[in-house]
């Protein structure tokens, strides 16, 4: 009898979960995606635009490294700070955009950073100095901040959770999407009119996004239960009956403080993801894929493609089909499966290319040794080129298909509502800040530790990666944003 009674509240829960599945599962059959994938091309035109912004340094610096203007020639150190300074005013962007959208909304902020994308890039048409080219870069970069933490938050609160995942994904696959648009642009127009070309995904996105819904957990959140079930109403078809996802979501705000407070940062459900967050966009960084990044070209060069623009877009097209990939199985194959199999992808290919570096400084010792021995003239050793090209495209097929979407879903997918807006603002700060750092002392690092040392060193973080994946990270898949934040203080299955 006891034992019965014992069992009897874990039968009755395992129960009401069984019928609140079905009960999902029956509204979802309901559910017609078509405006939905509307909202979201809309809203990912900002991360397009943010694509674009990367991008374009890329072929921009080299025209302006040898343009006949003395007051626009850049030098190496200027073109240094011309690529890098996007990040400063993306860490600010990070900032700006986790106060507004708690104030204005989703929606509106949406809107607000298209402003600086279209000022950031006239600012750069019209420059006459270095100075004006720095401002319209820490513009752009400005806008891109607030880019990469509304559009995810706004996909995520407007999607149902079949779908999220693939399209959460599109994030990425948009940012890639833009920075292979740049890159093939460059091949065709000169830097300024590179500019306008891409000054034109963030007007789309400001046309489009006037009709497009606020999200409707922000409307709930501010008390406008009629507004919210019209957004529900066009985001799901006329034959779901919305107002069982609206009485979903407002029962998860009434068990929830309305506002933030220094004090909820001893709430379990908001400190352990936000230190999921803020260390998920650490070890995104600090996968090295900038580095890569910064010796594709060379290594493109070495094993004898002599285009290294069109280089530059395989590599940027290799990135986009595994981005799309990741996207296409987000939602079947999960999150931490994609993860773990995307940080064991890149150790193993970093690790490969630690030793191309050691070797080549092996063979380089000793070809100068035998020259100096024999007299005989050195001839340069190409045939290590094309492991540092293999490992290169393992690594950022690695990259495309977990590390490089996945974070910016799962920082939109674990916050409450009450600390979304600053836990999103800390995570895209940490990203932008390890970015910044990564890109300035690369290069140091290099010469502390040899080019061999510092791939050996991102291979063993990205080993560590895949142990924290295993043992702090959610998986996410199937699970509404309630039962995501229910898991995280305790409460899911109880």
Request: proline share 4%; net charge negative; with cysteine.
């Amino acid at each position: 009898m006891d034992y019965d009674e014992e069992t009897r509240p874990l039968l009755v829960n395992d129960e009401e979960r069984s019928e609140d599945r079905l009960e999902q599962d029956s509204y979802l059959n309901k559910v017609k995606n078509g405006k939905l994938y509307m909202a979201t091309f809309a809203a990912v035109l900002g991360p397009l635009s943010f694509g674009f912004v990367l991008g374009y340094s890329s072929p921009a610096i080299p025209e302006l490294t040898r343009i006949q203007d003395p007051k626009l020639q850049l030098s190496t150190e200027e073109a240094s700070w011309f690529g890098s300074v996007v990040t400063i005013g993306a860490a600010l962007g990070g900032l700006l955009g986790g106060w507004i959208v708690e104030k204005i909304g989703r929606k509106l902020s949406l809107m607000f950073c298209a402003i600086p994308f279209i000022f950031g890039f006239t600012t750069i048409i019209a420059a006459q100095n270095h100075w004006m080219l720095y401002v319209g870069r820490v513009l752009t970069g400005l806008a891109s901040g607030v880019t990469s933490l509304v559009v995810p938050l706004y996909i995520s609160e407007m999607a149902h959770e079949r779908v999220r995942g693939t399209i959460g994904s599109c994030v990425q696959l948009m940012v890639v999407t833009g920075i292979m648009g740049a890159y093939i642009t460059g091949l065709f127009l000169d830097w300024r009119w590179l500019a306008v070309a891409s000054s034109i995904p963030p007007t789309l996105m400001l046309v489009f996004m006037c009709f497009m819904p606020e999200t409707p957990r922000f409307l709930l959140s501010q008390g406008k239960r009629r507004e919210a079930e019209e957004a529900l109403r066009f985001l799901r078809g006329p034959d779901a009956p919305i107002e069982w996802e609206c009485a979903r979501i407002e029962e998860a705000y009434k068990n929830e403080e309305q506002s933030f407070s220094l004090s909820d940062l001893k709430d379990p459900g908001v400190y352990k993801p936000l230190g999921v967050g803020i260390m998920m966009m650490v070890f995104q960084q600090f996968t090295g894929i900038n580095a890569i990044m910064f010796y594709a070209e060379t290594i493109f060069e070495q094993a004898h493609f002599k285009s290294s623009d069109v280089a530059t877009v395989i590599v940027a097209a290799t990135q986009v089909v595994f981005t799309a990939v990741a996207a296409f199985v987000m939602d079947r194959a999960g999150r931490k499966v994609l993860l773990i199999l995307s940080g064991v992808t890149m150790c193993v290919s970093e690790a490969v290319f630690g030793v191309y570096f050691k070797l080549t400084v092996m063979k380089h010792d000793n070809s100068t040794l035998l020259s100096a021995v024999t007299d005989a003239p050195q001839t340069p050793q190409t045939d290590l080129a094309w492991l540092a090209v293999g490992s290169m495209g393992l690594f950022i097929t690695g990259f495309a298909l977990g590390w490089g979407p996945t974070p910016w879903l799962i920082m939109s997918e674990i916050f409450p509502t009450r600390a979304r807006g600053l836990g999103s603002a800390l995570c895209v700060l940490t990203n932008w800040t390890c970015a910044f750092i990564i890109t300035k002392t690369f290069q140091n690092l290099m010469g502390l530790i040899t080019s061999a040392g510092t791939f050996w060193m991102f291979s063993a973080l990205c080993a560590l990666n895949v142990i924290f994946t295993a043992v702090f990270v959610p998986e996410t898949k199937g699970k509404t944003l309630e039962e995501i934040q229910a898991h995280f203080k305790g409460t899911y299955g109880r």
